[in-house]
């Protein structure tokens, strides 16, 4: 099973302020099969990037992932109110299970 | 518009069974992996396992294996995650989610279900 570890935990920064997210996994995942995930309170989580870099419909573009092998990261490159929620990286490459890294928590300063 | 929906909250007590359901609509319901993702209270999300509608194939989680069941009515665009004797621990909020691409269920998840609370208390 390939556990994912996500750092921080937690994230306070300020609207307007850039945010970096990372996600590192515990083997090698493929580009293709690496997502990212907000969620805000008592809602479901929302799909943001698949495939590491491609932003799903409707998402926009300050939202931004990259990274390759074990290391991947999702910038966030002004903050909106709206953009404060935890953030969940996933990978659904390898055999299953496919997992969940633990979530930062970004919060609002 | 595409979506799934789910049964609504449940309350049971500890040993009894429970079905719950996800039904899609705006989308052709069989040709898209559905997986199911629980998130216990203030915890992270938990990756349990999908099922494909048009031939009910299934990936586990062996973490989930035996204790849940996944199962779809293709005919009626539904899913459902079934237990036979819950427990207490099963308290969790479940969602269901597609897998949106044809990469033969290695998909993230981009349409989501609203979730259904379980809640196993004697």
């Known amino acids: 099973e390939i556990v994912l570890t996500q750092s921080p935990g937690t994230l306070s920064l300020s609207p307007g302020e850039r945010a970096t997210l990372s996600c590192r996994a515990s083997?090698?995942?493929?580009?293709?099969?690496l997502a990212w995930y907000h969620q805000k309170p008592g809602q479901a989580p929302r799909l943001l990037i698949f495939?590491?870099?491609h932003r799903a419909i409707g998402i926009p573009d300050r939202f931004s992932g990259s990274g390759s092998g074990t290391d991947f990261t999702l910038t966030i490159s002004r903050l909106e109110p709206e953009d404060f929620a935890v953030y969940y990286c996933?990978?659904?490459?390898?055999?299953?299970?496919?997992?969940f890294g633990p979530g930062t928590k970004l919060n609002m300063k | 518009e595409m979506q799934l929906v789910q049964s609504g909250a449940e309350v049971k007590k500890p040993g009894e069974s429970l079905k719950i359901s996800c039904t899609g609509s705006g989308y052709t319901f069989s040709n898209y992996w559905l997986g199911w993702v629980r998130q216990m209270p203030g915890k992270a999300l938990e990756w349990m396992g999908t099922?494909?509608?048009?031939?009910?194939?299934?990936r586990n989680n062996p973490s989930f294996q035996g204790q849940v069941i996944m199962s779809v009515d293709k005919s009626i665009s539904t899913a459902y995650l079934q237990w036979s004797s819950l427990k207490a621990s099963d308290t969790a909020m479940y969602y269901c989610a597609r897998a949106g691409g044809n990469s033969g269920g290695h998909d993230a998840f981009d349409i989501w279900g609203q979730g259904t609370m379980v809640i196993v208390s004697s």
């Open positions: 099922i494909h509608p048009g031939d009910s194939d299934k």
């Open positions: 495939s590491t870099v």
């Open positions: 083997q090698s995942v493929s580009t293709s099969y």
């Open positions: 996933h990978q659904y490459g390898t055999s299953p299970p496919f997992t």
